[in-house]
Nanobody
Framework: QVQLVESGGGLVQIGGSLRLSCVASGIISSIARMGWYRQAPGKQRELAAFVTSGGTTNYADSLKCRFTVSRDNAKNTVYLQNNTLKPEDTAVYYC???????????????WGQGTQVTVSS
């Protein structure tokens, strides 16, 4: 059993910044991908960014050059630095991680409860 908890969301003005954090806890053997999905009001959930265990990062086109995803393997934590925020960045951001728990042979996707980011217009 593992748990992912997000933090850092809130209300910001256009052009502002936020740093989201997500901590994975539990009996964890290893973590492959860690990253973030987001879901805007009335929209489907979309992949925002992720980082592999080897440090390779991937971003949705709308996030490139404005967002930075990173991870701290020692702390089982993934971050999303959101710069120059736009109104269209308003969404619930969900942390996810592909995790192999101790005693398990396979990796399984895990999801956080989400944190709200609201960008004022």
């Amino acid at each position: 059993q593992v748990q992912l908890v997000e933090s850092g969301g809130g209300l910001v003005q256009i052009g502002g910044s936020l740093r989201l954090s997500c901590v994975a806890s539990g009996i964890i053997s290893s973590i492959a991908r860690m990253g973030w999905y987001r879901q805007a009001p009335g929209k489907q959930r979309e992949l925002a960014a992720f980082v592999t265990s080897g440090g390779t990062t991937n971003y949705a086109d709308s996030l490139k050059c404005r967002f930075t995803v990173s991870r701290d393997n020692a702390k089982n934590t993934v971050y999303l630095q959101n710069n120059t925020l736009k109104p269209e960045d308003t969404a619930v951001y969900y942390c996810y991680a592909s995790i192999k728990s101790t005693g398990s042979r396979n990796y399984y996707d895990n999801w956080g409860q989400g944190t709200q980011v609201t960008v004022s217009s």
